[in-house]
């Protein structure tokens, strides 16, 4: 992921411009509209907190009339159609904080890093995330958020009360994260782990095929094994 560029901040909001918004926090959710994201729920929450929040869904998919629907009499929730890559931390970076509520429905909404999750912290923004196992680790570790079950509305809403109290926060350990998460960190790691790996591959190999010649040439194996025990040792983790 790249550096967090700074200069997002200094463009106009097009969130407040196109929507004419009030002078209240922002909520982002961005991606797919679809099950298994709490995106019933979190409608429904925001309903409740039209003069305290704006909810902003960017995205597209099979729920769209659905969620436009059950959001149509709500004066603080809006729809945005889905935008480039390219621009998605521009855009991003003009809300306050970023949703992320998967729901821990399986093992592969358990343990899932979605996309979104690392774009809102590269645009700067606080994440309210559900309870799903890694992204409830990062936010914990490098404490940029919240964590909530997406069907708890009582639970949900005090989250996002909490964060709207406690942003500056959150935001100072933002810098920390997207320093551990670039790309120009993560590389470093990257090639460290791969030459550690190549190297103790070689360092194995080169014991395997001495183990396997000291083997062959050695006809009789039972009168040679207290010879071999040395090689066998290096082998009981293989």
């Given at each position: 992921?790249?550096?967090?560029?700074?200069?997002?901040?200094?463009?106009?909001?097009?969130?407040?411009?196109?929507?004419?918004?009030?002078?209240?926090?922002?909520?982002?959710?961005?991606?797919?509209?679809?099950?298994?994201?709490?995106?019933?729920?979190?409608?429904?929450?925001?309903?409740?907190?039209?003069?305290?929040?704006?909810?902003?869904?960017?995205?597209?998919?099979?729920?769209?009339?659905?969620?436009?629907?059950?959001?149509?009499n709500?004066?603080?929730?809006?729809?945005?159609?889905?935008?480039?890559?390219?621009?998605i931390?521009?855009?991003?970076?003009?809300?306050?904080?970023?949703?992320?509520?998967?729901?821990?429905?399986?093992?592969?909404?358990?343990?899932?890093?979605?996309?979104?999750?690392?774009?809102?912290?590269?645009?700067?923004?606080p994440?309210?995330?559900?309870?799903?196992?890694?992204?409830?680790?990062?936010?914990?570790?490098?404490?940029?958020?919240?964590?909530?079950d997406?069907?708890?509305?009582?639970?949900?809403k005090?989250?996002i009360?909490?964060?709207?109290r406690?942003k500056?926060?959150y935001?100072?350990?933002?810098?920390?994260?997207?320093k551990?998460?670039?790309w120009?960190?993560?590389?470093?790691?990257?090639?460290?782990?791969?030459?550690k790996?190549f190297?103790?591959?070689?360092?194995?190999?080169?014991?395997r095929?001495?183990?396997?010649q000291?083997?062959?040439?050695?006809?009789?194996?039972?009168?040679?094994?207290?010879?071999?025990?040395?090689?066998?040792?290096?082998?009981?983790?293989?």
């Open positions: 992921f790249p550096s967090h560029d700074k200069r997002f901040k200094k463009i106009k909001n097009i969130f407040k411009k196109k929507y004419n918004l009030p002078k209240k926090p922002i909520f982002l959710y961005q991606g797919l509209f679809s099950e298994g994201r709490g995106l019933r729920q979190i409608i429904n929450v925001f309903t409740t907190l039209s003069n305290k929040c704006i909810l902003i869904l960017m995205g597209f998919g099979i729920m769209n009339k659905e969620l436009r629907k059950l959001a149509k709500s004066k603080n929730i809006f729809f945005h159609n889905p935008i480039v890559s390219d621009s931390i521009k855009i991003s970076s003009q809300a306050d904080f970023g949703i992320s509520l998967v729901e821990s429905s399986s093992l592969s909404y358990m343990f899932c890093m979605p996309n979104k999750f690392f774009e809102y912290i590269f645009a700067g923004l994440v309210l995330a559900g309870i799903t196992k890694d992204q409830s680790e990062i936010i914990k570790r490098f404490k940029i958020g919240e964590c909530c997406p069907d708890n509305p009582i639970q949900l005090e989250k009360l909490k964060m709207i406690y500056k926060k935001c100072r350990n933002l810098y920390k994260t997207q551990n998460f670039s120009s960190n993560q590389e470093k790691i990257l090639k460290k782990n791969l030459c790996n190297i103790n591959e070689q360092i194995r190999s080169g014991f095929y001495r183990y396997r000291y083997l062959f040439c050695n006809k009789n194996a039972d009168t040679n094994r207290s010879r071999c025990e040395n090689f066998k040792i290096l082998f009981k983790n293989e």
